[in-house]
């Protein structure tokens, strides 16, 4: 018998970046990174679709400026996948 197949996983980035304000100024701006895999799941009784989260990791900083946002978001999605591949690695060796 053949394995049921299933649609492919998601790999999901979710950023949220809010500006920091002090005395009426923006001083900066708190970041928040989720780096998630999906997969497509039914829920008993319902016939409605759903994403099930199967990994997920998440971090957050501050930056002084967008320009610094940048960097900072390439520096800590970064992160996260080496993090999402060294789990996949350990999960399938």
């Known amino acids: 018998m053949a394995a049921e197949a299933h649609a492919p996983d998601t790999l999901v980035v979710d950023v949220d970046c809010w500006p920091v304000h002090v ?38 900083g501050l930056c002084p400026d967008l320009a610094g946002c940048i960097g900072l978001m390439k520096e800590t999605v970064g992160g996260l996948m080496d993090e999402l591949l060294a789990d996949l690695v350990k999960a399938n060796p």
Do not use: I, M, Q
């Not at 923006?26 to 990174?33: L, R």
């Open 23 to 60: 005395g009426g100024r923006t001083v900066g701006y708190a970041v928040h990174f989720a780096l998630s895999v999906w997969r497509p799941a039914t829920v008993e009784g319902s016939r409605a679709p759903v994403n099930a989260s199967t990994w997920e990791s998440k971090e957050s």
